[in-house]
């Protein structure tokens, strides 16, 4: 037994020793190359993190991090067994993970795509874009408004750079310009089109009585009802911003980046949406 841990802890320390001689070796050799690549593979995991940790996806990026730490403990002490069977797991997970992970990397994706363009957009084009969507904003407010105050159910998707192709397929095509009183008509309770979503999309209604993605979190509140999940989910998987009214109270709330805010009124709606998608501040507002 004394024999056998002799050994084991001769082979620790040689491990120990090598692994030393590596730090030393490679910030001997540090160069400010080192330093930028460090700094953007940073950057890289932040984002990365921030992007995935109020997903779906953000407990399963835990259990991937536990087993590639073990993975490298039992590398580190020799465990051949455990360290074949990790190795062989960790092959397969990376085509598993890219499968799993498709809606994210996607939406990802389409964001750093639509980011760039717009960021070559010239003059004329942003304030027409501006226009475009103050004119839809007022006629969105105006008719959550409406729609508050007789606690009619309404959930409203407003685009933005994610495209929302795969949700508009689901109802039924309107393309029209948004205005309060189609919005009303759109979700009077008798009208067949009302149950579902209303997707806004540059000044146009392009669908009506789309389906949403339900949210799956645990955490929310279990007072709140479909509408509210439906708007939860669909800020999980895109950029939009989802305004519903609540059928029981006439609440109105605001699903974004994950997160829905509650008790809304027609002017602070109105600033959150002219915020969000123009980044336009109070002063600039009022002017």
């Known amino acids: ?139 969105i407010c105006a008719a959550v408004k409406d729609l508050s105050a007789t606690k009619t159910g309404a959930l409203i998707v407003l685009s933005r750079t994610t495209k929302l192709d795969e949700i508009t397929e689901t109802g039924i095509t309107i393309n029209a310009d948004v205005n309060s009183f189609l919005i009303r008509n759109l979700f009077f309770n008798k009208a067949p089109l009302h149950d579902g979503a209303v997707v806004v999309d540059e000044g146009k209604i392009i669908a009506a009585g789309c389906l949403l993605p339900l949210t799956r979190r645990t955490d929310i509140d279990g007072n709140l009802g479909t509408r509210h999940r439906a708007a939860i989910g669909m800020s999980e998987t895109s950029d939009a911003i989802i305004v519903v009214v609540s059928e029981e109270t006439g609440t109105i709330s605001v699903a974004y980046d994950c997160t829905l805010t509650r008790d809304y009124t027609e002017d602070s709606l109105r600033k959150f949406l002219l915020q969000k998608i123009f980044k336009i501040t109070q002063d600039e507002e009022n002017n």
């Open 1 to 139: 037994m004394g024999i056998f841990l002799s050994v084991v802890n001769e082979n620790y320390t040689d491990t120990f020793d090598t692994f030393i001689e590596s730090v030393k070796h490679s910030f001997a050799n540090f160069s400010i190359i080192d330093a930028i690549d460090i700094l953007l593979l940073s950057i890289l995991l932040f984002v990365g993190f921030n992007f995935f940790k109020s997903r779906k996806a953000g407990a399963l990026l835990f259990g991937v991090a536990v087993m590639i730490t073990l993975t490298v403990i039992s590398s580190i002490f020799g465990f051949k067994s455990l360290s074949y069977i990790f190795n062989g797991v960790l092959k397969i997970g990376v085509l598993a993970l890219v499968i799993i992970f498709q809606p994210e990397i996607r939406d990802a994706l389409e964001k750093v795509g639509s980011g760039s363009l717009s960021g070559i957009m010239n003059i004329r084009e942003q304030k027409n874009k501006k226009m475009i969507y103050s004119k839809s904003i007022e006629q």
